[in-house]
């Protein structure tokens, strides 16, 4: 699974180096002027489908316990948050002292505080991006761990049932609101379905579902080939990113889930690595590719394969510093406060009870 999560924060990280190359007139020619097209952000879906799949993995056994509702937010949020937080006042910095290195420096205190708050709000431009802008995701992770938290105050079973009606409601009611209404219209995106998808592999697991050894390679050969597909089909609608990059995430995922295990070699336990980072790359990778587009405009290079190059090995050795030297021990000092709080009592009845 962390080798995934580190080639959809990659096919992320690759879609931002096309598009940043293209913005401050880099332009990508041969094999890079082909693949500019294509949208790699479906990387993102990736990522929803896997947090899907994680948080029932790692809370199955949680629903109904007092108290787990609150733990788990708090888990979250100190996952989440400080890292987060620190790269969007970098980039409030960054918007001071480069204004020029940026495609929007308008700054308004709502979009702040919104932007710092996970609640969506218009930035200049009218999209609902906070002041770091592929922070969008992190609202609607954000969003599904708090409705998820409020899930397990329930038992299984009803917890799960509530969550995947409520989601489904909500997408369903996504056309009937107000186009002013930025916050119902964003949370209310058929793309939350997507976490749905994560859930329902995570139940499969658990209910101890195994496939034959060539299927899951099969899956996530068909779910690669279904995101590339996705992008020359135009279904239309709410629902044209669910059905066209949703789905194959699943697949991806899938087919990740249900594989055999083997141990990692070196390739493997540098890509395990990878993902280690991937939250860290998605963070930082805007700030990386812009330090070297400075550097290619300042000497006046031209080369714009090797500039793609050089702004992917920079970003990604740009974010295996920062888990190793930043995120990782800022993990460790809040994990060793979260172990101090007390521990709620345990409940009267079998952990299973409500399933």
């Not at 779910?223 to 044209?240: C, R």
């Amino acid at each position: 699974m962390q080798i995934l999560r580190f080639f959809a924060a990659f096919a992320v990280l690759l879609e931002h180096v096309m598009h940043e190359a293209l913005s401050f007139g880099i332009t990508p020619n041969g094999l890079i002027a082909t693949l500019e097209p294509v949208d790699f952000g479906v990387g993102v879906d990736v990522f929803f489908v896997i947090s899907g799949f994680i948080m029932l993995h790692i809370s199955a056994d949680k629903f109904g316990r007092p108290g787990a509702s609150g733990e788990f937010l708090l888990r979250r949020i100190v996952r989440l948050v400080p890292l987060y937080w620190l790269f969007s006042a970098a980039m409030l910095a960054a918007m001071l002292l480069v204004p020029g290195q940026l495609a929007h420096t308008h700054f308004d205190a709502a979009h702040i505080a919104a932007s710092f708050g996970f609640i969506p709000w218009l930035d200049a431009t009218g999209l609902a991006h906070p002041v770091l802008g592929l922070g969008w995701t992190l609202n609607y992770e954000m969003y599904f761990y708090a409705v998820f938290a409020l899930m397990l105050l329930l038992p299984l079973r009803a917890g799960l049932w509530t969550l995947c009606g409520l989601f489904v409601l909500l997408a369903a009611t996504h056309l009937a609101m107000p186009p002013g209404a930025v916050q119902l219209v964003f949370w209310t995106d058929p793309i939350i379905l997507e976490f749905l998808f994560g859930i329902g592999l995570a139940l499969l697991v658990r209910r101890g579902l195994r496939l034959p050894a060539w299927l899951p390679p099969l899956l996530l050969v068909a779910g690669i080939a279904g995101l590339g597909f996705g992008q020359l089909v135009d279904i239309g609608g709410a629902f044209d990113r669910l059905l066209t990059a949703g789905i194959p995430a699943a697949l991806v995922v899938a087919g990740t889930v249900f594989a055999r295990a083997h141990a990692p070699g070196p390739v493997g336990r540098a890509l395990v690595l990878g993902g280690d980072a991937s939250y860290a790359l998605y963070l930082s990778h805007p700030f990386s590719i812009n330090l070297v587009i400075l550097g290619w405009q300042k000497f006046g290079f031209a080369a714009p394969r090797l500039f793609i190059a050089t702004a992917i090995v920079a970003a990604v050795l740009v974010a295996i510093g920062v888990h190793l030297l930043l995120e990782r021990p800022l993990l460790r000092g809040l994990g060793g406060l979260l172990r101090r709080r007390p521990v709620p009592a345990p409940a009267a009845l079998p952990v299973n009870a409500g399933e």
